[in-house]
T-cell receptor, first 112, second 114 residues
Framework: SQKIEQNSEALNIQEGKTATLTCNYT??????LQWYRQDPGRGPVFLLL?????KEKRKERLKVTFDTTLKQSLFHITASQPADSATYLC???????????FGTGTQLKVEL | GAVVSQHPSWVICKSGTSVKIECRSL??????MFWYRQFPKQSLMLMAT?????????EQGVEKDKFLINHASLTLSTLTVTSAHPEDSSFYIC??????????FGPGTRLTVT
């Protein structure tokens, strides 16, 4: 089965620094990977999608990379702010019909 | 745009009763809706996929007679947890797809079965 693995340990960083979160996948490369933000007690919010043939994608302070050799995607938040504190989920396509398989997420805490 | 609502946001019910959760896409038509369950500190687990006007497709290990899904229109899907038991207590989240790859999630429904 295709799995998505994210570091389950919380990541604490200082405000203004760049946060880097890792997502590793198993088996064949998915056609795309997606990143979502989830706040406590809320549903996930879509952030970025990166396709297999794209090495990097940016959106404002967010950057995602896709390395098919390492079977890994990195998610960066530059100039991080306390408001960026949340759990970030990585997801890959899971079969047909646009189904997704999610990782367990990495909790990010940005401290003043 | 792409707003999905869920109702109720939380519900407490007694063991043995049934609970219905509604999922609506407010400003777009959803070709497909998905239902997930999430336990504390765990990932979202896909329960079923539903397309308007057809029967839902359930993931392995999900009892279709216990979790009834109805997708009556392109903007409404419902999940009914029948004969709920304490182990069904969880956070239930729906999402809607527009045909593109990303999904738009509802705010979730916290179900507590006593």
């Amino acid at each position: 089965s295709q799995k998505i693995e994210q570091n389950s340990e919380a990541l604490n960083i200082q405000e203004g620094k760049t946060a880097t979160l890792t997502c590793n996948y198993t088996n064949y490369s998915p056609a795309y990977l997606q990143w979502y933000r989830q706040d406590p007690g809320r549903g996930p919010v879509f952030l970025l999608l990166i396709r297999e043939n794209e090495k990097e994608k940016r959106k404002e302070r967010l950057k995602v990379t896709f390395d098919t050799t390492l079977k890994q995607s990195l998610f960066h938040i530059t100039a991080s702010q306390p408001a960026d504190s949340a759990t970030y989920l990585c997801a890959r396509g899971a079969g047909g019909g646009n189904k997704l398989t999610f990782g367990t997420g990495t909790q990010l805490k940005v401290e003043l | 745009g792409a707003v999905v609502s869920q109702h109720p946001s939380w519900v407490i019910c007694k063991s043995g009763t049934s609970v219905k959760i509604e999922c609506r896409s407010l400003d777009f038509q959803a070709t497909t809706m998905f239902w997930y369950r999430q336990f504390p500190k765990q990932s979202l687990m896909l329960m079923a996929t539903s397309n308007e006007g057809s029967k839902a497709t359930y993931e392995q290990g999900v009892e279709k007679d216990k979790f009834l899904i109805n997708h009556a229109s392109l903007t409404l899907s419902t999940l009914t947890v029948t004969s709920a038991h304490p182990e069904d207590s969880s956070f239930y989240i729906c999402s809607a797809g527009t045909g593109e790859y990303e999904q738009y999630f509802g705010p979730g429904t916290r179900l507590t079965v006593t």
